[in-house]
């Protein structure tokens, strides 16, 4: 399993970024793919994930109040690609971005759960900085 992410940057509050993370060496869609973010000196923690059948949006219980109404997360399996769309970006949004993926089995959405600890496969990262 492999996971690229890119679109980070910096932006100035209010802004926008668009995240994208392309899998490969596996079978995308029988996967969920899920965002996470991890700022400096704290612990990581989910952002979003989307499921793989159905394309249902979950969001992580520490920032869903923080980021349902501003971001939005896709995905295109022709393209073996989940997006997230940033908008009105805060300072405190600034974090390394990661992508991660995890199998969907019968019964078991590893999205329905936004945490950081059951997914095991992980991309690099990508750096998004917000200046007020």
């Known amino acids: 399993v492999q996971l690229v992410e890119s679109g980070g940057g910096l932006v100035q509050a209010g802004g926008s970024l668009r995240l994208s993370c392309v899998g490969s060496?596996?079978?995308?869609?029988?996967?969920?793919i899920g965002w996470f973010r991890q700022a400096p000196g704290k612990e990581r923690e989910g952002v979003s994930c989307?499921?793989?059948?159905?394309?249902?949006?979950?969001?992580?219980?520490s920032l869903r109040d923080s980021v349902k109404e501003r971001f939005t997360i896709s995905r295109d399996d022709a393209k073996n690609t989940v997006y997230l769309q940033m908008n009105s970006l805060q300072p405190e949004d600034t974090a390394v971005y990661y992508c991660?993926?995890?199998?969907?089995?019968?019964?078991?959405?590893?999205?329905?759960?936004?945490?950081?600890?059951?997914?095991?496969?992980w991309g690099q990262g990508t750096q998004v900085t917000v200046s007020s």
């Open positions: 991660a993926a995890k199998p969907k089995f019968i019964g078991y959405d590893p999205c329905q759960e936004v945490d950081p600890r059951r997914f095991g496969a």
């Open positions: 060496g596996f079978t995308f869609d029988d996967y969920g």
């Open positions: 989307i499921s793989s059948s159905d394309g249902i949006a979950y969001y992580g219980d």
